[in-house]
Each structure stands twice: as structure tokens, then as C-alpha cells.
């Protein structure tokens, strides 16, 4: 696999002879001038902070309760507070010992360094200080971000046309080492300090060893710290997505700009028509029915008594304060608003459900379930927890319970589009779309079985919006139940148009959020991050956005299947008469 990379690679190291050093093996590491082993100097760090902190907590609750002043402090307080201001700037550096001592004792060769002369040495030390800085979890140097000035030109695989790579020597070695299995892939990141180099690394070896090209995925560009530990896992590059703006969209008195990530060409297009159909009309109206996250773990008795027992404390109005208060201590925006149960023989799910502000909280909602379950473990010693997670919630599923009982937001959103703006914009009548509507969305969709399905393409723009402000593309499962409902009013010549989604799971704060491309989509609809007047008011206006750009969605589509311009629109904007690979190329 590698015969024709090593031609590329012979002629540089014919110069000199190179032995190449396992990746087990470390060089002098900075932790090693300590008097104690680096995990025992964390831990008595550890502990004298926590320690310290504990007891100046205690000494000035004392301080409070005898109306003592705080700033009159005796010697062992002042003791305490060093203590804990030295191991918090120590802490402050994330196990910071190895980290100072190595910008001071700088390492003279790295892991697969070879045995240079003295020239190349003091090269080497001299590129080592202009090295990146590494990513906030690259604590372990053991392999060392050393750039040797000379690179090695590496050909890719001939039979899958890979593009010519230029690797550093010490770059090479490492992707052997992925690839030959002594590295794993995942370990990157924290053993090189260099998020990008990491997947840069990462790719080429996966390239090496399918024999395919990542060619026209791109790595550069892109701000791989910004997701480690949080986003996604070892990365080899990013999808490019287009955005596109649908807009103004008038709703609530206020416009609109509505931005959609989507490959689908006249998505955009007809949201956009509907938006100005829907504009010109005076704008549309939504309303916020219902706001609570759910969670539904599942418990087990020994019998379905003790399961109907637990059913029925849990649902006594009298014991829900005292659970409440269990339930809000894992956030300051956590309100449990209700607990529902259902017993199926002696298992018992129970469906939590609780205010998150403006994050979509399913993180946040699973800590206070844990919280009420390690409670209810007192007075229920027999309860068997099966999983936290029951799918009585139900997330990523199709489901009745959240069709009837909500999950996340809950919205209607309405407009009333006048006579002469179906006829002109949308080409169609008002008796037409009231027909289709009937016959499509709910007689149509009855006929299918459909649940929560009683709409034309709603989950279309809830996708598209969603890709674009950085939510869980996967909730579109749910967030996407919607019905679609025409009317004709004021005799017939106008057309009411609503659209009632009752489980819209969005957040502006968390997750995707906070990423440059999705937290830049959020800031132009005026909602990134939290609000700082109203816990989740920034969440709420997003939900209500999303159902009035599916309004809007709705009402162009309908439009046109009522029209017949279906497939004349998509053969226009959804067909492209040039050769990709060309232009691309």
C-alpha cells in the first residue's frame, strides 16, 4: 500500500540514516523534574483547593449568621486563601506544571526524531518556537510539534487519482503509525496538541487506508478547537452546506430575514414567495402554546402494585413541591412544570417535562431526572432503573405523545392572504388551495396513516432552518409534526392559513449554537444566545420564526401543486446544465 510513498521518501533519507522510535516510547518529559509523579502533585492540588475553598465557605457563612465583617480575617483564614488562590492558578493552567515547564525546558528532539547533527538541532529548537499553540485538551506531549524545514512530498494512491500532499517527516511517521494500528486515530488531538495537524493527519491516513480520495473535501478553513469535545469526534474535514436567505418574513409586526441550509434547489426559492405572498397580506400571527422539554425514563418493581404505588405518590399534587425542588437544583433555568406516568405490568415510564430557558435542555432535563430518581431511591428502595431514557419522551421518533401532548415549543401560527395576492403572486384561487388542502393534507394523509404528518413539506424548511442555526438536524423527526389548515373567509374571497406545530425543539444556546457559521445565522434573526430580560424569550421568537417560514413554505407549495407548476418550477431551479466535476475542478 505505501510502496510508492516510500520512492518519494527514500531519496531524502538516503542522506543520512534515521531510527525511527515507537510511539510508546517518551522522551524527557517536564513532569519528570517534579519531586512527586505528575497525578499525585494533581491530586494534592486537587485537594488543597477544594479543601481551602470548603473551609472559608464555612468560616464566613459563621461570619454572616454573627454579623461578623467579612474583610477582618484571622491567620488561618489568611492561610486558606493563598492556599486555594496558588492551587486555582495552578488549576488554571489544566495540570499547568507540564505546561510552563515546557516552554521553559524545551525538549531538544522529538518523539521520531532521528539522531541529527548539531546544525539540524539548533534548527529544529529554532522552528519549534514558532509552532502553534495546541487546543485547550492537548495536555499530553509526548508527541511534539516540532516542523523539520525540510517536507517530504508524498504521492497518494495512483488508482484513485489522490491529490500530492506535502507532509512533514515527522508527519510521516505518525501516519504510519495510524495506519499500521499502534496509534489509534481518536488519540490525535491530545497526544499532538494541534487540533487541525490532528485531523490533517487523521485524513490522510484514512485515505492510505481505504485507497480512496478526500480530495474534494475540504480541511482548511475551519476552526477544529472550536469542536473538540463537544461537536464531533475525530474529524477529517467539513461538509459545505449553501445558505440561503428566505425574506422579509413579516410575523408579529416585526421582519424577518430567514436563513436555510439545504442542497435542494427551489426550497429557498418558493419559502421566499411565500414570505412576500405573506408580507403583502399585512404579515402573519404566531403564538407560543406550550413550552416544556421532556424526559421519560423507565423503572422497574418487583411487582405491578409497587409500580402503581410509585405511580400514584408521583402524581399527588402534594409531593410535586418537594419533588420540583429535587428536580431544579441541576440548573438556575430548570422548572419541572409536570410529571406523567404510564405503567406497562410492573415497569413504570415517567414523562418529565420542564422549562429550560433558552437552551433546548434535553441535557439539562436529564440531570434533574437523575436528581429526582436518586431521591425517590429513599422511599422506593426496590425501584430497578432501567434507563434514563424510556422512549416515552420520545426524541428522534415519531410519536403520538408528542403530537398530542407537545414536546419542546408548542406553536400556531396564522395569516390571512387576500384574494388578489393568491391570484398574482401565489397564480392560483383561493377555492383551489382550500380543496387541495382538504384532499392532500388531511384527507390524503389519514389515508397514509400519517402521524403529525397533515402537511405538504414542513419538515423541508424545519431541516433547512435548523442546519442553519446549529440545532439537532435529527429532531426534525419530531419538530416537523405539523398541520396544515386553509379556509376561505370574508365571503370567500380572502384565504385563512394556519399552520400548528406542537413539538419544536430548538435552543440558541448549546450544541451547534455557538459555532462561527451557525451562531452568525442566529445573530441575523436576532437570537444568539441567551437573552439576558427574559430566560428563553431568544429560544421562543426562534420557534415561532420556524413556524412561520413553514407558513410560508406551506402556502407556495400548495400553490403550486394547485397551479400545476410543480415540476416546470424544479426543472428550473432544481437542474443544473454544467458539468459539476469541471467546474469544481
Known sequence: METHRRSSTNSVRSHKPARPIALEDDSTKASDALPLPLYLTNAVFFTLFFSAVYFLLCRWREKIRSSTPLHVVTFSEIVAILASVASFIYLLGFFGIDFVQSLVLRPSADVWATEDDEVESEVLLRNEDARHVPCGQALDRSIRSLQPPAPIVTAEK??????????????????????????????????????????????????????????????????????????????????????????PLLLNGREYSVPMATTEGCLVASTNRGCKAIHLSGGATSVLLRDGMTRAPVVRFGTAKRAADLKLYLEDPENFETLACVF??????????????????????????????????????????????????????????????????????????????????????????????????????????????????????????????????????????????????????????????????????????????????????????????????????????????????????????????????????????????????????????????????
Open 158 to 247: 495512483v488508482f484513485d487519482e489522490m491529490p500530492v500532499t506535502v507532509m512533514t517527516e515527522e508527519d510521516e511517521e505518525i501516519i504510519r503509525s495510524v495506519v499500521c494500528g499502534m496509534t489509534p486515530s481518536y488519540s490525535l488531538e491530545s497526544k499532538l496538541g494541534d487540533c487541525k495537524r490532528a485531523a490533517a493527519i487523521r485524513r490522510e491516513a484514512l485515505q492510505r487506508i481505504t485507497g480512496k480520495s478526500l480530495s474534494g473535501l475540504p480541511l482548511d478553513g475551519f476552526d477544529y478547537e472550536s469542536i473538540l469535545g463537544q461537536c464531533c469526534e475525530m474529524p477529517v474535514g467539513y461538509v459545505q452546506i449553501p445558505v440561503g436567505i428566505a425574506g
Open 328 to 585: 431544579n437544583r441541576s440548573s438556575r433555568f430548570a422548572r419541572l412544570q409536570s410529571i406523567k406516568c404510564a405503567i406497562a405490568g410492573k415497569n413504570l415510564y415517567l414523562r418529565f417535562s420542564c422549562f429550560t430557558g433558552d437552551a433546548m435542555g434535553m441535557n439539562m432535563v436529564s440531570k434533574g431526572v437523575q436528581n429526582v430518581l436518586d431521591f425517590l431511591q429513599t422511599d422506593f428502595p426496590d425501584m430497578d432503573v432501567i434507563g434514563i431514557s424510556g422512549n416515552f419522551c420520545s426524541d428522534k421518533k415519531p410519536a403520538a405523545v408528542n403530537w398530542i401532548e407537545g414536546r419542546g415549543k408548542s406553536v400556531v401560527c396564522e395569516a390571512i392572504i387576500n384574494g388578489d395576492v393568491v391570484t398574482k403572486v401565489l397564480k392560483t384561487s383561493v377555492e383551489s388551495l382550500v380543496e387541495l388542502n382538504m384532499l392532500k393534507n388531511l384527507t390524503g394523509s389519514a389515508m397514509a396513516g400519517a402521524l403529525g404528518g397533515f402537511n405538504a413539506h414542513a419538515s423541508n424548511i424545519v431541516t433547512a432552518v435548523y442546519i442553519a442555526t446549529g440545532q439537532d438536524p435529527a429532531q426534525n423527526v419530531e419538530s416537523s409534526h405539523c398541520i396544515t389548515m386553509m379556509e376561505a373567509v370574508n365571503g370567500g374571497k380572502d384565504l385563512h392559513v394556519s399552520v400548528t406545530m406542537p413539538s419544536i425543539e430548538v435552543g440558541t444556546v448549546g450544541g451547534g449554537t455557538q459555532l462561527a457559521s451557525q451562531s452568525a445565522c442566529l445573530n441575523l434573526l436576532g437570537v444568539k444566545g441567551a437573552s439576558k430580560e427574559s430566560p428563553g424569550a431568544n429560544s421562543i421568537l426562534l420557534a415561532t420564526i420556524v413556524a412561520g417560514a413553514v407558513l410560508a413554505g406551506e402556502l407556495s407549495l400548495m400553490s403550486a401543486l394547485a397551479a400545476g407548476q410543480l415540476v416546470k418550477s424544479h426543472m428550473k431551479y432544481n437542474r443544473s446544465s454544467k458539468d459539476v466535476s469541471k467546474v469544481s475542478s
